[in-house]
């Protein structure tokens, strides 16, 4: 059974840094788009940042020069650097991974990890 995990959330103060990791195991199919998106309280779950397997990236404005998308395909793990981080980054952060099992594409969400951006 596909999964997708992610870790290394926390508390930080702002212009702080954290750096989140996702993998994803199981029999999961060849992975095409792995991405981050997040969802603050009374909000709605919103981009934050995709990377395709060849490397392509798409950041979503608000982080674009803060953040940093990199993925480890051997290790089927997408990590997402965040740097000058603001109160306004306070989410929990869910990765999301696209992969194609057979003759069909699956979209598998990992179960979050809170960012905390506070003094």
């Known amino acids: 059974q596909a999964q997708v995990v992610e870790s290394g959330g926390g508390l930080v103060q702002p212009g702080g840094s954290l750096r989140l990791s996702c993998a994803a195991s199981g029999n999961i199919g060849t992975i095409s788009v792995m991405g981050w998106y997040r969802q603050a309280p009374g909000r709605q779950r919103e981009l934050v940042a995709t990377?395709?397997?060849?490397?392509?990236?798409n950041y979503a404005d608000s982080v674009k020069g803060r953040f940093t998308i990199s993925r480890d395909n051997a290790k089927n793990t997408v990590y997402l650097q965040m740097n000058s981080l603001k109160p306004e980054d306070t989410a929990v952060y869910y990765c999301?991974?696209?992969?194609?099992?057979?003759?069909?594409?699956?979209?598998?969400w990992g179960q979050g990890t809170l960012v905390t951006v506070s003094s």
């Open positions: 999301r991974t696209i992969a194609a099992l057979g003759t069909r594409n699956y979209q598998y």
């Open positions: 990377i395709t397997s060849g490397g392509s990236t």
